[in-house]
Nanobody, 121 residues
């Protein structure tokens, strides 16, 4: 069992940057971690994922070159650095823990409550 709490969301102008954080608590942190997002009226979609050792990292095509996922296992933290933000990045961003760094939502057993990111044009 793991509990996840996201933070760092907010309002930013297009072209700006935000850094999301996800704090994990529980018996173990030996999970692959992912970031997903959900815009109003749309399905939740994959953003980025990272394996426990950070040796495998995956990104959605829409964020490649702009977003960077990282983790600090000693601190039980996962981060999403978001640069060159666009209005279409506006969504609730969720942190998730699972068995593989997969773009498939079904591979993640634990989810945070989400943090709102709003990018103004």
């Amino acid at each position: 069992q793991v509990q996840l709490v996201e933070s760092g969301g907010g309002l930013v102008q297009a072209g700006g940057s935000l850094r999301l954080s996800c704090a994990a608590s529980g018996r173990t942190f030996s999970y692959a971690m992912g970031w997903f997002r959900q815009a109003p009226g749309k399905e939740r979609e994959f953003v980025a994922a990272i394996s426990w050792s950070s040796s495998i990292i995956n990104y959605a095509d829409s964020v490649k070159g702009r977003f960077t996922i990282s983790r600090d296992n000693a601190k039980r933290m996962v981060y999403l650095q978001m640069n060159s933000l666009k209005p279409e990045d506006t969504a609730v961003y969720y942190c998730a823990a699972g068995s593989l760094p997969s773009p498939n939502l079904g591979m993640y057993a634990y989810w945070g409550q989400g943090t709102q990111v709003t990018v103004s044009s």
